[in-house]
């Protein structure tokens, strides 16, 4: 196994473009943990530690960010408004038929619709961070209060959100991955060694419990791949057509589909719409309106529970991931696509029949990986019910998101180094 690595680390370091990017990434994500670590003024940050580690929503939150919500820090928002946004907008290319039309227009509408959910991110970043202040002035945290402590601490967390949103696109473009998923996986791996020492001193046998943690890890990374993996390969032929003066036959290939199509963004997804009304509802509970309080412990006191919390979570997901899955597998387009290239599914008539065809299959792989993804995300409160070990919040959902990103980033190297060959040869 060594023998092998050892010449294709040296060969990814001999090739001055790839090994540029891979330097460029690493040290966008070494800026991006070293500004999670400068924290903001006027915060006590042991009672917000505190607060963190008795609350499920804003463990979560915080898992996510890699630490950078509970110490308060100058990017504690992370990229969590840029996801919001990227959610409204996909909901919104469903309701306005402008807005759908544009995402059918290649690289323009694509570059349109980011532009689009940058610009709904700053509102975003601005509404969260005030709602966040007001939570932590609630609980007694934040001692000023002043407007002018207000603006500041808004304006440098919203800075900071639209800073990290541009990073995550400039590894995207210069770097190797994606560069949001990075970057929200560097964050759990930064919180994966303070759950680890958090977990041992909460356990009495630290050697049992570590050996069998560590079993669970790699029996999960082991299905979490072998699920990304699987794919449903639909038969797909190509007429006969003239090539260099000659005819050919049938070509015979397939349409790959995906288990797990949707990748990671639904459980991002699904943590985004559990963690906002969370924080809104501790920061209700201020009101001087009795009716307002009342609902707001309400929902702390649904969300709080575990069983709860976990039955919304694994709908949540389940959902987000036939909805996602729609959104970038649209059976129409691909059968017009397919007759236009002249291709065919044996059996099956192209047009119309070729496309309930497709959407019969879709729905049924789907199933399976909305499924999987939705049994991967309420994981760890099964874990934690069973243990009563709360400290290890990464669970499922961390372990997906990291070995995902890591696959694609993985995969993109290969690419990469597939491409050069190929340029190799052809020189």
Not at 165 to 194: Q, T, V
């Amino acid at each position: 196994m060594i023998d092998k690595i050892i010449p294709l680390l040296k060969r990814i370091w001999s090739l001055r473009d790839l090994r540029d990017k891979l330097i460029f990434t690493f040290a966008i994500v070494v800026l991006f943990r070293i500004l999670a670590h400068i924290p903001l003024p006027g915060v006590d940050t042991t009672g917000l530690e505190s607060i963190f580690n008795n609350n499920q929503i804003l463990g979560m939150l915080d898992l996510f960010s890699g630490g950078s919500v509970s110490r308060f820090s100058i990017v504690m928002l992370g990229v969590g408004p840029y996801i919001t946004a990227s959610i409204v907008i996909q909901l919104l290319t469903i309701a306005i038929p402008a807005l759908e039309q544009l995402q059918k227009e290649g690289e323009y509408g694509k570059q349109k619709i980011n532009q689009y959910t940058r610009y709904l991110s700053i509102p975003l970043s601005i509404v969260e961070s005030y709602g966040f202040i007001r939570l932590l002035q609630s609980q007694g945290i934040l001692s000023s209060t002043s407007i002018s402590d207000y603006l500041l601490i808004i304006t440098i967390s919203t800075a900071g959100s639209v800073f990290l949103m541009w990073l995550g696109e400039l590894i995207s473009e210069r770097g190797i991955g994606n560069g949001i998923s990075l970057l929200i996986s560097a964050g759990i791996i930064a919180g994966i060694p303070s759950q680890i020492m958090a977990t041992a001193q909460v356990v009495d046998n630290k050697l049992l419990i570590g050996i069998e943690m560590l079993l669970i890890v790699v029996l999960m990374i082991a299905f979490i791949v072998w699920m990304n993996q699987a794919e449903r390969r639909v038969p797909v032929s190509y007429a006969r057509r003239v090539r260099s003066d000659r005819t050919v036959g049938v070509i015979d290939s397939y349409l790959p589909i995906k288990a797990n199509a949707a990748g990671v963004i639904p459980i991002i997804f699904a943590t985004s719409m559990l963690v906002i009304p969370g924080v809104f509802a501790q920061f209700l509970q201020t009101s001087q309106s009795q009716n307002i309080k009342d609902i707001a412990s309400s929902i702390n006191v649904f969300l709080s529970n575990n069983l709860y919390y976990g039955i919304l979570f694994f709908v949540l997901v389940f959902l987000f991931t036939f909805f996602y899955t729609s959104i970038i597998f649209q059976p129409k387009n691909i059968a017009e696509n397919l007759q236009k290239q002249g291709g065919f599914i044996p059996g099956i008539r192209p047009g119309l029949q070729t496309s309930a065809y497709l959407s019969m299959i879709i729905y049924k792989v789907t199933f399976a990986g909305a499924f999987f993804l939705s049994i991967i995300a309420v994981f760890p409160f099964l874990m934690q019910s069973i243990t009563g070990i709360r400290t290890l919040a990464i669970g499922g959902t961390g372990i997906l998101i990291i070995v995902s990103v890591t696959l694609e980033f993985v995969s993109q190297v290969k690419s990469n180094l597939i491409m050069r060959s190929y340029d190799n040869f052809a020189s």
